[in-house]
């Protein structure tokens, strides 16, 4: 199996509204939440984690509504979660560029000057 990992602005798919998810999984579920997670659409990465939360994941939506109806419906459904943290991510200040994001921004400054 050949598989790839690709850092692209997620703006340029679609994906402006983002967020970082924590949440507190039973031990016993933590293996199937992962996996149920990880084949989400809305999930760019998860990971199990230790301390107060034991899973992290980034997700995305169209919209902060689409991040909203995605707590409320494929989150909550995912038995043995006991508890969610989310922080939106507001604007990425370091990433790695990408040919892309440089015409985006490009495209952006000409636009927002007129």
């Known amino acids: 199996m050949i598989s790839f990992d690709i850092d692209a602005d997620p703006r340029l798919m679609g994906v402006p509204a983002r967020a970082m998810l924590r949440l507190a999984v039973t031990p016993n579920r933590l293996d199937a939440v992962g996996r149920a997670l990880a084949e989400h659409t809305e999930v760019a990465f998860v990971a199990a984690t230790t301390g107060s939360t034991s899973l992290f994941a980034a997700i995305g939506s169209h ?9 409320t419906t494929d989150i909550a459904g995912q038995a043995g979660v ?10 990425t200040v370091k990433a790695a ?13 000409a636009i927002y000057q007129r």
């Not at 560029?97 to 400054?109: D, F, G, R, V």
Request: proline content about 9%; cysteine-free.
């Open 63 to 71: 919209s902060p509504d689409g991040l909203y109806r995605y707590l």
């Open 82 to 91: 006991t508890q969610v943290n989310l922080t939106p991510v507001l604007r």
């Open 97 to 109: 560029p990408t040919t892309a994001s440089a015409n985006l921004s490009a495209l952006q400054s």
